[in-house]
């Protein structure tokens, strides 16, 4: 999966998010921990165990990270931090894969890295945005991609739902679908699908794709 290997590698890098409770003691009394909402507040908790818990040579090295994220571009910090959030929304078994699929990237000779690199740049950017869905819906991607890359922001999370409890054989006849539908009558034929009850969902695309009434 080496392009899959690429956007974990890339998503990896924003891992310096962690570094979010050294700023949390300059905060505004109104910001405070204890005025945030429960959810936010045991997340920068959280933070806050894992830095208690670094040596003094691991939080040298994570404020020398931080130090060459802060001169990254804005924009190449906000796709870092895409990535890395699309990683973390991933189901735990897709995770491990990536993780495997980085270690197996960095093991990698510096010319066969840049050889993926090179390939994955060279895609359409929507297909590239697709691996952000992790090794299964962004193998399948460039299939689905024409009726999904118009999606309208509330459709989004319901959509990827939908699409995470599919089986390979559905992710087929969507696919196929996609290809039939004319590009006008594409948004009908999604809304359709999630109307449909999730259980009943697969046997529904099987009847679209084979004509059965």
Known sequence: MPISERVRRRAGVALLLLAAPLAHA???AALKADALPAAQRAQLEARAARLAQMTQA?????????????????GER????????AADALPHAERMRLQQAASQFASMPEAKQREFRLAFEQLDLGLRRGWLLGP?????????HPLFSALPESQ????????????????????ALAQRTPPQERAALRAQWLAVPADGRDAWLRARVSGTP
Not at 78 to 85: E, I, K, V, Y
Not at 136 to 144: E, S
Request: glycine letters at 2%; proline letters at 9%; zero cysteines.
């Open 136 to 144: 299964v819906l962004g193998a399948d991607w460039p299939r689905l």
């Open 58 to 74: 691991e939080r040298t090295a994570l404020q020398a990270r931080m130090a060459d994220w802060q001169v990254l571009p804005a």
């Open 156 to 175: 989004r999370d319901p959509v990827l739902l939908a699409l995470r409890a599919t089986s390979p054989q559905a992710r087929d006849d969507l696919a």
């Open 78 to 85: 906000t796709r870092r931090r895409l990535a890395h959030q």
């Open 26 to 28: 300059a905060l505004p």
